[in-house]
């Protein structure tokens, strides 16, 4: 299920029209930028939003649900930890080059998961 999830995550990443920040990019704005950390937090939030909208979407029409709430609380301001908590999780898996948005969505669905 964690496979189908993290295909589900590069598909839209590949298939969206914005090009999506890589973990090296990231990390590079937040050391780089003045107010380089609080551009990322805005952005794995809204990454984090993006990620359970397509989801959403994609039950919707008839994919099975890989991302389920269950009533827990989902806020803006848990994106960042549920980031870095992943990335230390599996640190060996994610390379520079992977994007945020895989690293997030796999997250959100190992932390909700259904």
């Known amino acids: 299920m964690r496979d189908a999830a993290a295909l589900f ?21 937040e050391k780089t ?7 990322t937090d805005y952005y794995l939030v809204g990454v984090m939003e993006g990620a359970v909208e ?15 709430l269950n009533g827990r609380k989902l806020e803006p301001h848990m994106a960042k930890g549920l980031y870095t908590t992943e990335l230390k999780r599996n640190a060996d898996v ?4 992977f994007p945020v948005q895989l690293v997030l969505t796999n ?3 190992t932390v909700y998961a259904c």
């Open 9 to 29: 995550a590069l598909c839209a990443a590949v298939t969206s029209t914005a090009q999506a920040m890589t973990i090296r990019e990231m990390r590079a704005l």
């Open 54 to 68: 397509a989801h959403n979407q994609a039950v919707r029409q008839g994919a099975s649900p890989s991302i389920c």
């Open 94 to 97: 994610y390379e520079a080059d």
């Open 33 to 39: 930028e003045k107010l380089g950390s609080t551009y």
């Open 107 to 109: 997250a959100l669905t």
